[in-house]
């Protein structure tokens, strides 16, 4: 769920209904592109499922968070700090070791 408060946005991951999607937009200048991932409310899905943003061309005005990279090197950044997050969900506080929930 996308909130909105007092000036910030909190995505609330975990239940399916944040509709994800990536992609590019034609920008000038050396990097002709720049990337983006946008975000959306969306009613509650697997998660991973298709979701409700369509394939092809999007106004990033349409959406309520937009992400945009103009080097590569800041989605590797992102995705670091996301595998951080992932993996610290992993961590046993109590016996100071990491551990894999069984499913």
């Known amino acids: 769920m996308i909130i909105k408060n007092e000036g910030r946005i ?23 592109k720049t990337g983006f991932v946008i975000f959306q409310d969306q009613e509650p899905r697997k998660i991973e499922s298709i979701g409700s943003i369509k394939q092809g061309e999007v106004d990033l005005e349409d959406y309520p968070v937009v992400m945009t990279f103009s080097k590569k090197e800041s989605i590797d950044a992102v995705i670091s700090q996301l595998e951080k997050a992932k993996s610290w969900m992993d961590y046993d506080f109590e016996n100071c070791k990491h551990y894999k929930k069984e499913e």
């Not at 209904?17 to 992609?23: E, L, M, T, V, Y």
Request: charged share 20%.
């Open 10 to 32: 909190i995505l609330e991951f975990g239940t399916g209904d944040i509709c994800i999607a990536g992609g590019y937009v034609e920008t000038e200048g050396e990097n002709n």
